[in-house]
């Protein structure tokens, strides 16, 4: 590959440091986890034609396989508090590795205005490409003390929309979990399919958690997926909080529930585990 159209192509080598510019300024409920125990940091995945960087954090344990999660970036791509998730889940004793999944298109992390971020930056990434570079990250981690058996993946925002994706896409995911992901809704070219459309062709279970008041994901669409899944005999089990709105894991954003996040964690996890990871 001539080592210009490289440079052009991947746009994010590197991972930012804190928040997105899009979502400050954070609020005090923000939750730092420390990396005590730990190996947490940036790490490099090959993928078909560079290499993009991922936040990865796994027990700091040498010569053990861990069953591993992807975490798929919210809209506003990989920053502090996907990475934060991250080591949440390897507390938990898991490989949690979430690959910057915009990293040809644009670095989200300095746009101030969420449409800007959508037009620019969000609406030119293929799903295709997702699939592939999840892929990439799933054959990384298991050369990487990943155990390839074990593999589940967490979406949140933009990745709760993946979740459901990757679920119809992968032979070797065990599990998914799709926090506040669109479930109906336009299609572009880039973005050919909704989840709706995909449920006949789940190959992993999935859970999901949404907000009742979430005025982004109505919620006669996820009555509609919950019936879908049962007329096509899928695992499915999908959560609706009442009093939450879009984001209500988000603890550095005004529309954090606790309660909902907390309950909906647990919950993952013991899926996770029901499932073989």
Not at 30 to 41: C, F, P, Y
Not at 120 to 130: G, L, R, T
Request: glycine share 8%; proline share 6%.
């Amino acid at each position: 590959m001539d080592p210009k159209q490289n440079r052009r192509d991947f746009l994010i080598t590197k991972l930012s440091a804190g928040f997105a510019a899009a979502v400050l300024p954070v609020t005090a409920a923000t939750i730092t986890t420390d990396s005590g125990g730990l190996v947490a940091g940036e790490v490099e995945i090959p993928v078909a034609d560079g290499k993009i960087p991922a936040y990865r954090a796994m027990p700091e344990t040498k010569g053990k396989l861990f069953p591993t999660v992807l975490v798929v970036q919210e809209v506003f791509g990989v920053h502090e508090h996907i990475k934060d998730l991250c080591r949440r889940l390897s507390k938990s004793g898991y490989l949690a590795i979430a690959p910057a999944l915009y990293a040809r298109e644009g670095d989200p992390a300095k746009i101030t205005d969420v449409q800007e971020l959508m037009s620019k930056i969000v609406a030119k990434v293929p799903d295709a490409q997702v699939m592939t570079d999840l892929d990439a990250t799933a054959n990384w981690a298991a050369k990487n003390q990943g155990d390839p058996r074990k593999l589940a993946l967490t979406g949140f925002c933009w990745g709760g929309r993946i979740a459901w994706l990757y679920a119809a896409h992968s032979d070797q995911l065990k599990a998914s979990a799709a926090w506040y992901g669109r479930l109906v809704g336009p299609v572009t070219p880039l973005q050919p399919k909704n989840p709706i459309d995909l449920v006949s062709q789940l190959k992993a279970p999935v859970i999901g958690f949404y907000g009742g008041k979430d005025t982004g994901i109505p919620q006669d669409s996820v009555v509609q997926m919950r019936e879908s899944l049962v007329s096509a005999e899928k695992i499915g089990n999908i959560n609706v909080y009442p009093d939450a709105q879009h984001g209500f894991n988000a603890d550095y954003r005004p529309g954090y529930n606790d309660y909902a996040a907390s309950d909906a964690w647990k919950k993952m996890l013991t899926f996770f585990h029901e499932k073989g990871v």
